[in-house]
Nanobody, 126 residues
């Protein structure tokens, strides 16, 4: 069975850190572009960070640049999002996602993503 298990969310105070993880089974993350999306109540799902399958280049949304780091452990077949200096506006449900497409992942085209984790809630208190 192909699946992504999303975990690592929780409640943290502003300025704190969380590390989200997404463990894949049934397929290799190395065969996909990987991305993290988030969705706050009343807002559309938005791209946070990604790694292109084509060349391994990374992208970060402007509002997380310098604070978040995307990574992948191929041996563990797990992807991560390290989130530092968290702000209340970072709150929302975070999803990992995989795409077989060759487009630049910085476009964060949602329909290009074939597999999604179930999401994990991140709440940052002020």
């Amino acid at each position: 069975q192909l699946q992504l298990v999303n975990s690592g969310g929780g409640l943290v105070q502003a300025g704190g850190s969380l590390r989200l993880s997404c463990a894949a089974s049934g397929f290799s993350l190395d065969d996909y572009s990987i991305a993290w999306f988030r969705q706050a109540p009343g807002k559309e799902r938005e791209g946070v960070s990604c790694i292109n399958r084509s060349d391994g280049s990374t992208n970060y949304a402007d509002y997380v640049k310098g604070r978040f780091t995307i990574s992948k452990d191929s041996a563990k077949n797990t992807m991560y999002l390290q989130m530092n200096s968290l702000k209340p506006e970072d709150s929302g449900v975070y999803y990992c996602a995989l795409s077989t497409g060759w487009y630049d992942c910085s476009a964060y085209v949602i329909y290009e993503y074939n597999y999604w984790g179930q999401g994990t809630q991140v709440t940052v208190s002020s």
